[in-house]
């Protein structure tokens, strides 16, 4: 077995990294549908319908077909984000026309063509729809079920399945089932006036699972034509209009695919506000300021200039965002946000006094509103660890011997794995991560010229550790990352600048779509005398992003929370632990995490919990208030209880030791699996998020993590815990050995470090 120690950085830059879903295990989903040209007129009606009466909805959808009228691709695009027309492989036309003829003329070959969709292979599961039918209720059933082959009972009469709609699993999209049913089709040994029904009843080695559409979708036949020229009134134009009338959560997708247009006609504020929100919830900054920069704002009208207000901030253009939420601040409803965003901008330019105010102002508006209290809070505490009660001011002499740390300075009631991250990293470099030897700079405050001089005055910059490279949390124009720093300030950084154990975070499904953070990443790189990420996929994502020439300076440096034991000074393992079990779930960006399968993941957990509450108790260790919402749902869906550990409130040594002193932790975090690590402890991660695969591939031991999405998720994570459980010596001595491997690596880049005068 290799040793990390013994990996070569450089064999990373060559291959493309895995994909996000193929280490998340997220469910990839489409619809599809068989069209010729006698069924455009009904794909265009089924499109409509699907968007009208499941707006919350958007994925993929495939138009399978051997040739389609010039100009269907437009059609079909104005009404679906995401389809696509997908032309079958050339023999398909010979194979169909061969299962009409097997069928004595019963059926005509385009009534096989719902059998193309067994062909399909880069989906996990594919919903087949018939293009005589049209949506009209919610698809919920259909994206949920993860098992066999379901499909609507045949009519009228038989318990043979359909084709109307079949929801089909992996296991089914096989060379080997194509051969099956192309055997069958062949030979024509099934009830033949059902052609493609037929052939799948046939084919099944198993009984299909029963699907109830009644009031999900109806026939066609009772439906607005769809013929060219639209005589029901549903032209595109019309159709988006309907779309934008419709009340509740609409998919980003849709929203934006059919609104951008519709307020580009009618400059619509209220639809340019509801798409503006869109992309700011997708980290869309600038395409939400040219959205709402597009159309006339009233003076009176407040909710769309919160949101335009936020949006410019994003960008970094605070004082016109300044203006617009002060607009915002004359509505009762929206004065609180304005406020709390208006406090953001004062902090973020490093005006506590003016930050304090406009909370305050907020907090008069609503006393309940919580970023106004948070920004209240962040506007009273210094960056960084605090000086001693009566400890002396930095003397200019004594600030030169001093490391600058540009980090994420976690407030009161912060994420908990935050709170240890800074720490961990000056632990790294230095014995004493206090003040005395390290100057603060918050990541998220303006690099401003005053903040330039404080850094050059002192001996050195560190940037890390945590997962910076990452657009949503508080986006900025200057970097496009999480620290704010304009290009032209950090080219005048006279001192040596160390990038230390930061991860690339995106979601699966998140990216950057602009070219702002591909330029501020080369800066970075091109500035930096040390540049070490936490993790090889992140090495990955990031080389891929630079030019050829700067892969050689990106290397491999673990999360100094990994490597908790050796750091630490006076650590010493527990002599003996809690029989607990720390289970923690995450629920920021819920729909990157989840998808369709929170319902799954829930009832999965609720089974895997009961089994090992027999074994040893199952808490909550919520690192953010959010994260208690697992304790309520599995009380309130399943019966399940757990005792809530708030670890939010906890400061980083009782973080460290509540996770030392437990058997077992499940976390979905990616640091509710690298402290616990890093403490000694057997971990289990659950994995919703790219980075999680990342570590447990850098430790070799990806039978530590269980996808959120696994179909088996219950007998999975059982089967892994209970094992653990059983031999926790060796458990906890694996554990030891893999953070060994890290510690070496961790060494050797400090040697390296003190070359360079950190």
């Known amino acids: 077995m290799s040793t990390l120690s013994s990996r070569s950085d450089a064999a990373w830059a060559a291959p493309a990294p895995q994909s996000a879903a193929a280490l998340t295990g997220k469910r990839r989903i489409a619809f599809a549908a068989w069209a010729d040209a006698g069924r455009l007129p009904g794909l265009l009606a089924l499109l409509r319908s699907l968007a009208l009466t499941n707006q919350a909805v958007c994925e993929d959808f495939l138009v399978l077909h051997d040739g389609l009228p010039e100009g269907t691709a437009e059609r079909v695009a104005a009404y679906h984000p995401r389809a696509e027309l997908r032309r079958v492989e050339p023999e398909s036309a010979e194979r169909r026309a061969s299962y009409a003829q097997a069928a004595g003329g019963a059926a005509e070959p385009g009534a096989y063509g719902v059998l193309e969709a067994f062909r399909l292979r880069d989906h996990d599961t594919v919903i087949v729809l018939d293009t005589a039918q049209v949506a009209c ?111 509740g959560p609409a998919h980003h997708d849709l929203l934006v695919h059919l609104g951008t247009p519709h307020v580009a006609r009618t400059g619509d504020v209220g639809c340019a506000r509801r798409v503006a ?203 496009a990352w999480q620290w704010n720093v304009p290009d032209d300030v950090l080219a005048r950084v006279e001192v040596p600048v160390a990038v230390y154990a930061v991860g690339f975070n995106l979601f699966d499904g998140q990216s950057y779509r602009h070219e702002r953070f591909r330029t501020a990443l080369r800066a970075l790189a091109e500035k930096a005398a040390f540049f070490g990420l936490r993790n090889h996929g992140s090495i990955a994502q990031v080389r891929r992003l630079l030019p050829p020439e700067l892969h050689g300076k990106v290397r491999f440096q673990p999360c100094p929370t990994t490597v908790t034991r050796h750091l630490v000074p006076g650590w010493s393992d527990p002599v003996r632990r809690d029989d607990t079990i720390l289970l923690n779930a995450a629920y920021d960006r819920a729909g990157l995490r989840f998808g369709h399968d929170y319902g799954h993941f829930l009832a999965e957990l609720a089974f895997s919990v009961r089994a090992l509450g027999a074994r040893a108790e199952v808490r909550c260790a919520a690192h953010t208030v959010e994260d208690e919402r697992i304790a309520h749902d599995l009380r309130r869906e399943h019966g399940v209880a757990l005792p809530v550990v708030p670890m939010y409130d906890f400061d980083t040594d009782g973080i460290r030791a509540a996770y030392a002193r437990t058997k077992l932790v499940i976390g979905m975090r990616g640091h509710a699996g690298m402290v616990p690590f ?79 005068g950190f």
């Open 137 to 247: 209720g919610p698809l919920g059933r259909l994206l949920t079920l993860r098992r066999g082959l379901a499909a609507a009972p045949y009519r009228p009469g038989g318990d043979a399945p359909g084709t109307r709609v079949l929801v089909v699993q992996r296991e089914h999209l096989t060379d080997a089932f194509c051969a099956r049913l192309d055997a069958v089709a062949r030979d024509g040994a099934y009830p033949q006036e059902r052609a493609a029904a037929g052939v799948l009843a046939a084919a099944l080695d198993a009984p299909y699972e029963p699907l109830d559409t009644d009031g999900v979708f109806a026939s066609a036949h009772s439906a607005p034509s769809a013929a060219p020229g639209e005589p029901d009134g549903c032209a595109p134009a019309d159709f988006q209009a309907r779309f934008m009338a419709l009340s």
């Open 277 to 479: 929100a869109a992309h700011i919830a997708a980290g869309e900054y600038q395409d939400a300021v040219d959205l709402l920069g597009s159309v006339r704002i009233p003076v009176d009208d407040a909710w769309p200039h919160e949101v335009y207000g936020q949006a410019l901030m994003s960008v970094s253009r605070d004082e016109e965002a300044r203006a617009h939420l002060r607009l915002a601040t004359a509505s009762p409803n929206w004065a609180p946000p304005a406020f709390a965003r208006l406090a953001q901008i004062a902090w973020v330019r490093g005006d506590d006094d003016g930050a304090r105010q406009s909370a305050l102002a907020g907090l008069d508006a609503d006393p309940t509103h919580r970023p106004c209290r948070q920004m209240l809070l962040r506007a009273a505490v210094p960056d960084g660890p605090a000086d001693p009660a009566g400890a002396p001011a930095v003397e200019p002499a004594a600030a030169r011997e001093q490391l600058a740390h540009v980090a994420f300075y976690m407030p009161r009631q912060g994420n908990a794995g935050d709170k240890v991250l800074p720490e961990a990293v000056r632990l790294a470099f230095d014995r004493d991560p206090g003040p005395r030897r390290w100057h603060s700079v918050h990541a998220h405050r303006l690099f401003d010229e005053a903040a330039l001089e404080r850094v050059n005055s002192r001996r050195g910059l560190v940037i890390g550790g945590g997962g910076l490279f990452l657009p949503d949390t508080m986006p900025n124009g200057n970097s």
């Open 678 to 756: 890093g403490c000694g402890t057997p971990i289990i991660s659950l994995i919703s998020h790219p980075k999680m695969a990342y570590f447990l591939a850098d430790i070799d031991r990806p039978a530590w993590g269980v996808s959120v999405h696994d179909r088996d998720l219950s007998a999975r994570l059982t089967e892994r815990a209970t094992a653990l459980l059983d031999d926790h010596e060796a458990a906890v001595a694996d554990v030891r050995e893999r953070q060994d491997m890290l510690w070496r690596v961790t060494r050797e880049n400090a040697e390296v470090l003190r070359t360079l």
